[in-house]
């Protein structure tokens, strides 16, 4: 099946360290996400990005949309404990004439007090 | 307004059991999509729907059937549980297709033995 290439898998980091984590792929795509999903629940909409080469921020999350359309990157800034959790990337492309979407298989953050 | 809710939460089958698991949303959604998540495996998707009365197969269809009789509810079945079918399973739900947000249930994890 299709998976979008996620790095790293995992990390661990001292509490205020800034993090930073990717997502590539062989395919273009129209759209990427960002999601976080917490021990025990789903998976939560962190950031969404519509063009090539935008980039957003929510807090001290900051992601960009790659230029080349086959990549984004995610930035956490001056991590805190609550950080903690794993983070999808999820790209929207056409495929077979219906827009969907491929998940990473996500990058599990630990950060450490 | 609960957002997306799924029924139930756990549960154990043997091999060869059979059971349906409920998703719901009150947020008058189209789409709504069935996934599972194994370790290292991210999401995948299962089956879909674009509206009521319709389904679609996703990623990884194969010993599993849904039903979407209701626009607020899409039900996932399992006819003859298999020990590979242990995972957690996620449904979300989203406006429309193109540049839309999915927003995800709690998720389900169901161990079969």
């Known amino acids: 099946g299709q998976q979008l290439n996620q790095s790293p898998q995992s990390m661990f980091i001292q509490e205020g360290e800034d993090v930073s984590m990717n997502c590539t792929s062989s395919?273009?795509?129209?759209?990427w996400l960002w999601y976080k999903q917490d021990p025990g629940e789903g998976p939560v909409l962190l950031i969404a990005?519509?063009?090539?080469?935008e980039l957003t921020s929510n807090g001290r999350l900051t992601a960009q949309f790659g230029i080349t359309r086959k990549d984004s990157f995610l930035n956490i800034s001056a991590s805190i404990p609550s950080d903690v959790g794993i983070y999808f990337c999820a790209g929207q492309r056409l495929i077979s004439g219906t827009y969907k979407y491929i998940f990473g298989t996500g990058t599990r953050l630990k950060v450490l007090a | 307004n609960a957002g997306v809710t799924q029924t139930p939460k756990f549960r154990v089958l043997k091999t060869g059991q059979s059971m349906t698991l409920l998703c719901a949303q009150d947020?008058?959604?189209?789409?709504m999509y069935w996934y599972r998540q194994d370790p290292g495996m991210g999401l995948r998707l299962i089956h879909y729907s674009v509206g009521e009365g319709t389904t679609a197969k996703g990623e990884v269809p194969d010993g599993y059937n849904v039903s979407r009789l209701k626009k607020q509810n899409f039900l996932l079945g399992l006819e003859s549980a298999a020990p590979s079918q242990t995972s957690v399973y996620f449904c979300?739900?989203?406006?429309?297709?193109?540049?839309?947000?999915?927003?995800f249930g709690p998720g389900t994890r169901l161990t079969v033995l």
């Open positions: 947020m008058n959604h189209e789409y």
């Open positions: 990005l519509y063009k090539a080469g």
């Open positions: 979300a739900s989203s406006y429309g297709q193109l540049y839309n947000e999915q927003f």
């Open positions: 395919s273009i795509f129209n759209t």
